[in-house]
């Protein structure tokens, strides 16, 4: 019997993280055969070359797409999109595979969305559903009333992709393949590797061994002009804050990014940080043993609604980017305010404990979704059920 | 005060017919200054050039944007929108448009939807929330889910864009206003004008005074392999009819739409179609004029459900691409069938009146939609409501 | 020994006939691995399909690129170039040629220059060196400056390349594989093939069997605004002409096209022309075995200049394109005018015999540039030589 | 009398400095309006945004062109210049220019000139007919057999665009428009302004008053993969030698350009390199000042060649980037090779004065242009002389 070929294109690093158990499904599975098209930031020295990891860890790329324009504008996000199908409609003649599989609600994200529905192949789209408080919230609806399978993180999520008139029985909550990973790490006592000597980065080295923080902070794309104030405000409670050294994790690819990082870089030159260390990033499964064992997670990212969720990680979430996701009781909601994230901290230090919670799954969506795309009934047809 | 820019951007000939009086009403209105984008297969001879038109009518044409990939597949269709998104971003660039109107659910629509909103441009969307049977139902409801307001044409739409977790007062039932031309067309008596003088036109030109039919069919995008066979099924019905004498027109652009003309073509180098005229395209006021005066309309046209229910003029609708759009009782829905197109022929000149019903409005569609473009608080940020 | 991997990117009708012989003996060769793209007009239906031919001649195709932006104006010609660019390198990418090949100088062609020269692919170019009267001499000397192996057609193309600048010892006289084609053609007594049969097209269906003229006529690219006038000239003299038969082949696509189409059009509808037949395209080696028994070819191909001269065919050469071109002496050059074509055809008919020359190679091209490709030493680096 | 639009396409810092005499002598003609477009590096952030500079100096920016698509690879560089025609022809098509300005031979410039060409709009390009030893020797003569007026630097470039093909009388040696800011920044006595206060950078601040050196080094496109290696051998001679502070400018936008910034970055974390300042980038004038009061200039910068002629200073010419380009007895060549930079040094240091020639020009270019063009016959059309 023919294999179905799995085509999945991912965009960025945070997105290999997120899907790299059902890449390792996929790849496993006797009636698939995986092919992988890595394109946009992922390809990127500048944000972290998520490829390079996707090659160690033993995927074989089908195609690469570069498609990020260059600008500091949101004209540039539009333009990269448009460049996107452009490639990856070409990549899809080339590949002819039987489902395409796209991932969350990056900007670019809707470039493999298009190309694929517009070309008639099947779409499946991982963790449509979900809610937050910034454009991903237009994109991934979108995507959703594009896509002819659902493949979403929670019950939650399930019921709303539901409600946008997509068929139930489209429609599977998986849990989140990131949380097969937090399920692994779990396992393993205390840090697994030293991240300086594995990851290089700039800055101070500290003392990892009594405990630190992990910064990790994106800009929000709506906010794009004021994502420098942002990030200077999360770098002066770092600057004022003594204790427990801190890691610090540069933003991925957005316009607005710029903003961020320049935010980073200015404030480095002007003022000392102390015991801070930079990252440009870090494969998924050390990202989450170091947060396993960190102190807490503070910024933006959506790793703390998620994974740190299963692991128990207290998270300080700042601003609007995680806005109505759904989370845990490990979560600790603060505004772009010095003063709020500094309390925050202490505490977390007086009680630094938070539970594990199931609500993104229980770490098996990887196989539970290799499995799903198997199987399903292939069609690029459907109308909405209302 | 400073006039508030709404740009609307026209893919296609048919799309032109349907938001003209929204364009007057924008045009006259002391609040509005309009930016007229000309795109796609609007700019294109042979799809009818309906920039000509626009120009005749008095409107000023502030961009052209040639986006139309030539081929004879879908990947062309998905190219198109990438080229579009490209292409656009420069226009709203230059343009700076205070709001973005895109008109229905052709493919290439989506390229207006994307640019503006990953500009951050608020958009507003004609024509969401309607319900049909082929892949327009992807496009239609996924640009809902990236549009900030909606004008819709029916209470049946209303309904389901809320249900698609729209905010109810971001959504307007304006009726729609292709209904506004007919208002108008329905007070003249008789045919205003002489078809052939002034549309030319290739085959017979036989005498329309008695009555005659009007045929309009377009592709169907996902079956568009079966296109040809389509057409033949009721190029056949044609040429077996006898009676009143026929008036073709041509389809609009689409992956397939060369089956569809090929199959045109073809047949008349084979087959005497007798008393059947053939015309590229027609101003929208005319040909409503023409449907008024005719014993009914047969093809797949949106005209049919939409203009014909309040002008009461029987239709056949032929096949899948209109599926569950809200009719009235003026329709006769046929499958892709030569005795089944005949025999509803014959069943409307036995019965040839039908009653003229608003379901799609009232008539004045395109100064309400000016009115709340122009008075709407403006955003480019929402979420979903549930 | 690893093969060389030798791609070849053709991008419409008249380029395939021009390089078919090279295909054949790339294909043959023991060192060659061919790769070959099929681009722009070459795949489209209403240019001719040409890749229809290239795979009934039993050649894979090894990948297919849509860039023909649709637009009645030089801007599409451009983009279409934009586009070529974008996809041509994806291509390159996937198939990792050792040598790319270009043919003649086609406004999209430089898009294949550009993406293999900019990716440091040794370029060859088929025909640079050579004179005429339009857009084409920027665009085929511009190549030229490109390129790192010229392999030209003709003793005095050969002397120009180097003046040019380029190295003698990489400029290669191996004569055109058109005539390669001409040589076989040469060899066959009368019509093997039955035209209306094989070929379809519309229009009368004279006998041939008593002698035929062939029209084939493109637009000029700089003077696109004119090429409806130009082709109606050229029709006025075929409507006023009585005699022999008349076989006519629609234009490949260029800026302008429409204008020359549009007036064949229009003129059919409009005139009644007697004995003339329509054919969108012809294979190669039909085509050249149906000029080599007509009366002559009327019009602006460069088939006139090259394959006629070989097989001794009198020619009408109607206004610029062909200007300055080395010529035989089986050549008439005319302006736009009607009188001066009906005299050119009497003139012909006075006497009919032209000698066979060889200014364009004895036959032997395709072998000949497989060989040279097979051996030279790859280089993408050059300096101008003075 | 309507005034002739002349529009100009900036894409890189550098090409700026080069034309901006130019552009204010077309700013200032009665005859001529002055369109100005700025794209590609000049716009971004990390490679100096030349456009800041551009308005600080007055001059209004007519359209913004984003085409740079990122990546660490040839093939990005081939698609940016793809983009740069989708885009720019946009851009011709809405400012509907007399005459299109192109600068030099950066691989994008290309973009310029096809779009120019292929919409038969006359172009003029400046800096054609030089000689130099990378792939921009391509770029630069493919453009000049595009363009309609050749404005070249020096004699020696005069007789090669000649020898090229192009009619002599069209071809005009105006000196070059940097020798014209050279010829101001002359008389100026000592730095006439603060470079770490105005300018900014990172690294030491070393008292600059008893004399510096300069280094501007470009990754050298054919040889990207060698580019950190290369920078490397100079960092390393800087690091050796201890006398003078230095002042080093960072690498412009190419393919590989990552190699030479990641070489830079990564030296400066793992070594001391002492009094070495770092400049992102600086207006043209204060450049040339910096320059004429230093020791030397030390990289491969063409300014070397050009400018520091005019002002007599003197330059240790790194690599084969400015191979074979006409230069003045200012220049000492060595290779990659760090004894060969340290020695260089020394013998300059020894021998500080070099004479100040005009090879490129006596000081006013920029005048001499704005004339020519301002009254050139418009004509976009032309034929190779042989």
Same mark, same amino acid.
Request: proline residues 5%; contains cysteine; aromatic residues 8%.
């Given at each position: 019997m023919q294999k179905r070929k799995i085509c999945v294109v991912v965009t960025a690093r945070p997105s290999y993280s997120r899907i790299k158990t059902a890449l390792t499904a996929f790849k496993a599975h006797p009636q698939i055969e995986l092919q992988l098209v890595v394109a946009a930031s992922a390809l990127l020295e500048r944000y972290g070359t998520a490829i390079h990891y996707m090659e160690a860890d033993g995927f074989k790329i089908d195609a690469k797409v570069f498609n990020v324009l260059e600008g500091e504008n949101l004209t540039a996000a539009a333009k990269t999109t448009g460049i996107g199908i452009l490639e990856l409609s070409s990549v899809f003649e080339n590949l002819q595979p039987d489902v395409v599989v796209t991932i969350a609600?990056?900007?670019?994200?809707m470039a493999t969305a298009i190309a694929a529905s517009y070309m008639n192949i099947p779409l499946a789209h991982i963790q449509g559903g979900e809610v937050t408080g910034n454009i991903d919230e237009k994109v991934r609806h979108s995507i959703t009333k594009l896509a002819d399978y659902h493949l979403v993180a929670s019950e939650d999520a399930r019921e709303r992709v539901i409600k946008l008139?997509?068929?139930?029985?489209?429609?599977?909550?998986?849990?989140?393949?990131?949380i097969d990973l937090a399920r692994e790490v779990?396992? %393993?006592?205390?840090?697994?590797?030293?991240p300086y000597e594995n990851y290089g980065g700039v800055g101070a080295k500290p003392d990892l061994s009594k405990g630190y923080w992990v910064v990790m902070q994106h800009p929000v794309t709506n906010e794009y002009k004021d994502s420098r104030k942002h990030i200077e405000t999360t770098l002066e409670a770092i600057r004022q804050y003594s204790g427990f050294p801190v890691l610090w994790f540069w933003p991925n690819v957005d316009a607005g990014s710029d903003g961020t990082s320049t935010g980073i870089r200015s404030y480095r030159e002007r003022f000392d940080l102390g015991e801070v260390h930079f990252f440009k990033n870090m494969q998924g499964h050390d990202f989450l043993n170091l947060l396993n064992h960190s102190k807490g997670l503070i910024g933006n990212s959506s790793v703390g609604i998620r994974e740190c969720s299963y692991l128990g990680v207290p998270v300080i979430n700042i601003g609007s980017?995680?806005?109505?996701?759904?989370?845990? %009781?490990n979560v600790i909601d603060v505004d772009y305010n010095t003063q709020d994230i500094l309390q925050a901290m202490q505490q977390i230090l007086s009680n630094p404990k938070a539970p594990s919670e199931t609500i993104y799954g229980t770490g098996n969506a990887g196989a539970q979704i290799a499995d799903i795309l198997a199987k399903v009934e292939l069609r690029f047809h459907k109308t909405i059920v209302y």
């Open positions: 609600d990056r900007f670019e994200t008139g997509e068929e139930p029985d489209r429609v599977y909550n998986t849990g989140c393949p990131s779990q396992k %393993s006592q205390g840090l697994t590797f030293d980017r995680q806005h109505r996701r759904h989370r845990g %009781s």
